[in-house]
């Protein structure tokens, strides 16, 4: 299961290119959920190892365990091969999660807040509005794998070391689950 991981350095002004949007850009608002961002939403939870667990996956550990109380990130620290205290379907850290939760003024760690983190980080990579005109590429895949330790770069590894999907499998998965959505 990758881990969610967050680069500790400014926000960037925005680019086509993949780099971080300014905070003036992301102001508090609820993302729309479109098929293409339900499916990008449940890729990702493909390949954070959290989208077979259904709705448990909301309540996944690092490692596979489960936590009770979907009041608020529950900040528990797992050690497997990493140690980690990453949370929830989307495999945010504490840091990371309470960053989205203060910018949309998320009051629990529920699903639908949950979601709605996991498209701020999207967006303030940079790459929702790419995302929202072309799919699923690898160049959005490469920049949203500096957020998911379980994206590949453009390379194919992991920017942080760790097991990854192929590129091949996430656009089989992105294309697959987007049709079944479109139904």
């Known amino acids: 299961m990758g881990l969610l991981l967050l680069a500790v350095s400014s926000l960037a002004s925005p680019s086509q290119g993949g780099q971080r949007r300014a905070d003036s850009e992301l102001e508090q608002r609820e993302y729309a959920i479109t098929p293409e961002r339900q499916a990008l939403l449940n890729t990702i939870r493909y390949a954070e190892g959290t989208w077979t667990q259904g709705g448990e ?5 690092y490692g596979g365990g489960r936590f009770g109380s979907l009041a608020r990130h529950p900040e528990i620290v797992v050690q497997k ?3 980690s205290a990453a949370a929830g379907a989307y495999q945010f850290l504490p840091a990371t999660w309470s960053e989205a939760a203060e910018r949309l003024q998320l009051r629990s760690f529920d699903p639908r807040s949950q ?3 996991a498209l701020y980080l999207v967006d303030r990579r940079g790459v929702l509005e790419q995302l929202d005109r072309l799919g699923l590429t690898r160049e959005v895949m490469a920049v949203l794998a500096r957020e998911w330790a379980s994206f590949p770069s453009l390379q194919g590894g992991s920017a ?3 097991p990854v999907k192929t590129p091949e499998e996430l656009t089989r998965f992105y294309r697959e689950n987007l049709a079944s959505l479109r139904g």
């Not at 996956?57 to 550990?61: A, K, Q, S």
Request: no cysteine; hydrophobic share 15%; aromatic share 22%.
């Open 160 to 162: 942080y070391g760790q």
């Open 81 to 83: 091969r990493y140690r």
């Open 57 to 61: 996956g909301y309540r996944t550990l």
């Open 115 to 117: 979601d709605q983190a």
